[in-house]
Structure formats: structure tokens, C-alpha cells
């Protein structure tokens, strides 16, 4: 009797037309499992001499680690992923159709979405349990800090649905000058946001900034589904960009670490900035 939970890699290989980009799974597997463990590493977690529980990040009590946030900031990579393989779902919903066209937008986008939001109500549930446990066990403040860290890692589900709803109008770029003019473009925007968010002084010039750096990677992911980047050329960009980074975060007022840290003056992710956006392309 076959008592194993998972299949077998041969019987998944098996069912798994040869045409599968298999690198696009190992993108969205690879960059969720980093996200993952990523943040079971920075969240600091510590009960105090009152038996109260203090949430706090390792980044945050130990500065000199931020530059490794330039290998754990992996979303860019998620939502490249994420857009290149809707672009093939909607290639392979076209070619499913008689008349040749893709399906309605709203039908397309709420078939992708279900799949995508269904787990979160599971995440949902068996952190209301364990937030439930905090509070009968350290009181009413600690289950609220706890909650705040769950909720706030859903961000990516939201920005996710915006990408996937744009996907349809990205892949009627046809060919590759396009969708580098529009990924220059979404920098430049980026970077004026920046340049008023920093003028003056007010945080609502950057929210923008969360749909053109966000977009970015989608861009990008919709031009490699449609083969448009060559590995060479993407050597060659990615190296471009990396040193460009460090001479803006070197010559500006920017900050290096590419996530959260609960003490950041001027945040590269809440709203992004241009650093966060030149760190998607590369």
C-alpha cells in the first residue's frame, strides 16, 4: 500500500507538459521559500522582565546586517515570476478559444485571483488561533504587535492582484524596445516621486511609488515570457544597474536596506523608492 502525502518527482514529471517553463516554477518556489524563512529570521521576538512579549527585527538591533537585504529583498523576482506565468496562462486561454482571443478581463483575472487568495483564509485562521493563545497568555498589547507582523506580510497578495490586472495590457507590448521604454519610463517616475516625497517632506508623494516600482518586475516578466531578454543581455543589465545602486544609495539620501527595519528615517519599501526600483530590474 502507497502511503506517501506528496507525489513522486517521476509521476509530476510524468504530467507536466514539456513546454513548462520550469525555471519560472523554480522562481516562485525558490523567492517564497526565502520570503519565508526570511522573515522567521528578522522577526525578533522576546518576552520581557515583566513577562510581557516585545516584537521587534533583528535588522533593526543590528544595523551592520542591512546589506543583506540586497540578497533577501527576493519579491521582484516573485512577481517576475508570477507575471511571466500569467502571461502563459493567457497565451494558453487565447489558444484555447475558437475565435483566437483571450477571455474577458474580469473572468480571466477573478480565475488567477481565487487560486491565488484561497490559502490566505487558511493563514488566517490558524493565526487567529495563536493570536488568541497571546493574548490569554501575555496580554491584550502583545497580541496586537504579534497581529500587526502576520497582517503586514500579506502586503504582497494585494500588489500581486494589481500586477496580474495589468498583465493583459502589458502583453500587447510587441517587441523589446517597448518594454524598455516603459521600464525606463516607471524609474523615472519613481525617481520624481522620490524627489517630491524628499522636497517636501511628506510621505504621500512616495505611494505612487508602490505601482511603478512594483510594476517593474511585472514588465520585465512579461518581456521574458515573450522572449524578449537573452541571457546575455541580462548579465550585462543586472551588472549595470548593481553599480548604479550603490553610487545612488553612496551620493543620496537613500538607505541600503531593502526591507523593513522599524527604524528606518527615509524606508526604501514603505512606499518604495528608486533604490528598491533599480533592485527589481537587476
Not at 517553463?21 to 520570503?35: K, Q
Not at 521604454?181 to 508602490?210: E, K
Request: proline fraction near 6%; glycine fraction near 8%; charged fraction near 10%.
Amino acid at each position: 500500500m502507497n502511503l506517501a502525502v506528496f507525489p513522486s518527482a517521476s509521476r509530476v514529471a510524468a504530467s507536466t507538459p514539456a513546454e513548462r517553463d520550469r525555471a519560472v516554477d523554480v522562481a516562485r518556489i525558490a523567492s517564497l521559500l526565502v520570503v519565508m524563512f526570511g522573515h522567521c529570521f528578522l522577526v525578533l521576538a522576546t518576552i520581557t522582565a515583566s513577562s510581557q512579549l516585545w516584537v521587534g527585527n533583528v535588522l533593526g538591533e543590528l544595523p551592520a546586517l542591512r546589506p543583506v537585504t540586497w540578497l533577501l529583498q527576493v519579491m521582484p523576482l516573485f512577481f517576475f515570476a508570477g507575471a511571466a506565468s500569467a502571461t502563459y496562462g493567457l497565451d494558453r486561454s487565447r489558444a484555447g478559444e475558437t475565435t483566437g482571443k483571450a477571455p474577458p478581463w474580469g473572468v480571466w483575472l477573478f480565475t488567477r485571483a481565487q487560486r491565488l487568495c484561497r490559502p490566505v483564509f487558511a493563514y488566517l485562521a490558524v493565526w487567529s488561533l495563536a493570536l488568541g493563545a497571546t493574548r490569554m497568555l501575555a496580554g491584550p498589547a502583545a497580541g496586537a504587535r504579534l497581529g500587526e507582523q502576520c497582517v503586514a506580510m500579506l502586503w504582497f497578495i494585494g500588489v500581486y492582484l494589481i500586477i496580474l490586472a495589468c498583465v493583459p495590457a502589458l502583453v500587447r507590448l510587441s517587441s523589446a524596445r517597448g518594454f524598455v521604454a516603459l521600464v525606463v519610463a516607471l524609474l523615472a517616475l519613481t525617481a520624481a516621486f522620490d524627489c517630491a516625497r524628499i522636497r517636501f517632506d511628506n510621505l504621500a508623494w512616495g505611494l505612487p511609488n508602490f505601482l511603478s516600482v512594483w510594476l517593474i518586475p511585472a514588465v520585465i516578466g512579461v518581456a521574458y515570457a515573450r522572449r524578449y531578454i537573452t541571457p546575455k543581455s541580462a548579465v550585462v543589465i543586472a551588472a549595470a544597474v548593481f553599480l548604479l545602486n550603490i553610487v545612488v544609495v553612496a551620493v543620496g539620501p537613500y538607505e541600503i536596506a531593502l526591507v523593513v527595519t522599524g527604524n528606518e528615517g527615509l524606508s526604501n519599501v514603505t512606499p518604495p523608492t528608486i533604490v528598491l526600483g533599480l533592485h527589481c530590474v537587476g
